[in-house]
């Protein structure tokens, strides 16, 4: 599905990735740890086509990233949901209208898709706040608006840049209940987080690989997580 082999990432003449080689199969759930500035967010744009390595080879659905063009990159993102660490909504539309925008941008009919809209922001447990405008939104509202949008192409992939890092540990715990539900329905999940006390708490329900970023380089992360 989404293929790193040997990848390297270098900008403004220091090395951020090196020799990173990761594979995302269909239905796998994975985490990526490691402090601040350590790669986290570079390495899932790699994993969504955001950026072209330096090194190495990036396949997304087969397709070498190099030689994928503009149509073939908004081809795979339809495929793959993000979910962005400061996730960007647009004002003066209410949640339900930012939750759909990925279904007009693609030409997609949002009056036949207006069922699954519903189900979807039910789902999320926004059904109240549906015509709320974003800057009324609570932080744990908005990051469960942002999986909404995330996920409302029905993507086969999931990537997250810290969706908890803003939240508490209720709602973060009820973000998680959400990834790994779309886990169990054949969703791969890739979650890029700092707190290894939720990783610990959602590896009790969920059987996940858990990766850290340390020195540039991927590695699987011991038993003393």
């Given at each position: 599905m989404i293929e790193l082999e040997g990848v390297g990432y270098s900008y403004g003449g220091g090395?951020?990735?090196?020799?990173v080689s990761l594979s995302l199969a269909p239905g796998s759930f994975h985490?990526?740890?490691?402090?601040?500035?350590?790669?986290?967010?570079?390495?899932?744009?790699?994993?969504?086509?955001?950026?072209?390595?330096?090194?190495?080879?990036v396949r997304l659905f087969g397709?070498?990233?190099?030689?994928?063009?503009?149509?073939?990159?908004?081809?795979?993102r339809r495929r793959i949901g993000v979910v962005h660490q400061d996730c960007q909504f647009l004002d003066h539309l209410d949640v339900a209208e930012n939750i759909a925008l990925p279904l007009a941008v693609s030409g997609r009919d949002l009056l036949a898709e207006e069922a699954n809209l519903r189900e979807l922001i039910g789902w999320v447990g926004l059904r109240a706040r549906a015509q709320a405008r974003p800057p009324e939104l609570s932080g744990g509202e908005r990051q469960r608006a942002?999986?909404?949008?995330?996920?409302?192409?029905?993507?086969?992939?999931v990537l997250a840049d810290e969706p908890t890092g803003n939240i508490d540990w209720e709602m973060?715990?009820?973000?998680?209940?959400l990834l790994i539900e779309l886990n169990r329905?054949?969703?791969?999940?890739?979650?890029?987080?700092h707190d290894l006390a939720l990783i610990r708490a959602a590896k009790t329900h969920?059987?996940?690989?858990?990766?850290?970023?340390?020195?540039?380089?991927l590695q699987l992360a011991g038993a003393d997580l």
């Amino acid at each position: 599905m989404i293929e790193l082999e040997g990848v390297g990432y270098s900008y403004g003449g220091g090395e951020l990735l090196g020799d990173v080689s990761l594979s995302l199969a269909p239905g796998s759930f994975h985490f990526l740890t490691g402090p601040s500035g350590a790669g986290k967010t570079t390495l899932l744009k790699l994993c969504y086509g955001a950026l072209v390595p330096t090194a190495g080879q990036v396949r997304l659905f087969g397709q070498d990233r190099r030689e994928m063009g503009r149509d073939d990159i908004a081809m795979a993102r339809r495929r793959i949901g993000v979910v962005h660490q400061d996730c960007q909504f647009l004002d003066h539309l209410d949640v339900a209208e930012n939750i759909a925008l990925p279904l007009a941008v693609s030409g997609r009919d949002l009056l036949a898709e207006e069922a699954n809209l519903r189900e979807l922001i039910g789902w999320v447990g926004l059904r109240a706040r549906a015509q709320a405008r974003p800057p009324e939104l609570s932080g744990g509202e908005r990051q469960r608006a942002a999986l909404a949008r995330a996920v409302i192409m029905s993507p086969d992939a999931v990537l997250a840049d810290e969706p908890t890092g803003n939240i508490d540990w209720e709602m973060s715990e009820r973000l998680m209940r959400l990834l790994i539900e779309l886990n169990r329905m054949g969703k791969t999940i890739l979650i890029a987080t700092h707190d290894l006390a939720l990783i610990r708490a959602a590896k009790t329900h969920v059987q996940a690989r858990v990766l850290r970023i340390a020195g540039r380089r991927l590695q699987l992360a011991g038993a003393d997580l």
